[in-house]
């Protein structure tokens, strides 16, 4: 695309448009970044009529998208190029890496030509919202039935621990801590003190299931991924 008036809106409404990415960093950095079939770019809307001095409505908090029929809203509650840092988030499949050239070959894009590129993030299950609840959709990406959706193995191996305990003495930690107001304002007592209470233990079952130790390999003991002579690991908080 030459120019903006014309870019598709959003990528994946186009998923036969091809491009490229070069990139200046070292090769090496991206090894392994065929494995996936997704990546997000993060770029900037240098075309943007309102960036270099050009029509400066810096102050401009509303706008009205083409497809509200005329209606007004923020700026941030909408895809609009036009945003206070010009930064942009384009979700891409990956076609292929040619590492000696350090061209990445794209498709199904919404990026004007020469867009500067700031990032590329590969894009991995957990980035689509409630994909571990639904039992449907993770089976389907893990065997790679939907045929759209790859990561390496690596990514899919589930490592989170199969069950999380509290001893009784931690939960009357918790609701002291509860009580004292020290997660507030996001976890209190002041509304029905068991939903307060199970709220933040269910955020600390969840913390805690991602087994959060460090996986260095100099590590002797407690490890991530390890039981400490076959019993179970002990946390504080």
């Known amino acids: 695309y030459l120019k ?12 036969s448009s091809r491009g490229i990415i070069r990139f200046t960093c070292p090769g090496p950095a991206l090894d392994g970044i065929d494995e996936y079939s997704h990546v997000w770019i993060v770029f900037e809307f240098h075309a943007n009529t309102t960036i ?3 029509h400066n409505n810096s102050q401009k908090t509303k706008i009205r998208p083409p497809r509200a029929g005329g209606k007004k809203v923020g700026q941030l509650a909408t895809r609009s190029p036009h945003r206070p840092n010009c930064l942009g988030l384009s979700l891409v499949r990956v ?4 590492a000696p050239q350090r061209t990445l070959h794209i498709s199904g894009l919404d990026l004007v030509q020469g867009t500067p590129v700031y990032d590329v ?15 449907q ?3 389907c990406f893990s065997k790679h039935e939907n045929g759209s959706f790859r990561v390496p193995s690596w990514v899919e191996q589930d490592d989170e621990l199969s069950s999380v305990t509290f001893a ?6 918790l609701r002291a801590v509860l009580e004292q107001g020290r997660l507030a304002p996001f976890y209190t007592m002041q509304q029905t003190e068991e939903d307060g209470f199970q709220a933040a233990r269910q955020a600390l079952e969840e913390i805690l299931a991602q087994d959060p130790r460090s996986s260095h390999k100099g590590l002797k003991s407690n490890a991530r991924g390890t039981t400490t002579n076959g019993q179970d690991d002990a946390y504080s908080f």
């Open 168 to 173: 009784p003495t931690s939960l009357q930690e």
């Open 52 to 54: 270099n001095g050009k």
């Open 137 to 139: 959709l993770s089976h």
């Open 95 to 98: 076609e292929r890496w040619d």
């Open 4 to 15: 903006r008036m014309g870019t598709p809106r959003q990528p994946q409404l186009v998923p």
């Open 121 to 135: 993030k590969p894009c991995v299950p957990w980035d689509i919202p409630n994909f571990y609840q639904n039992e």
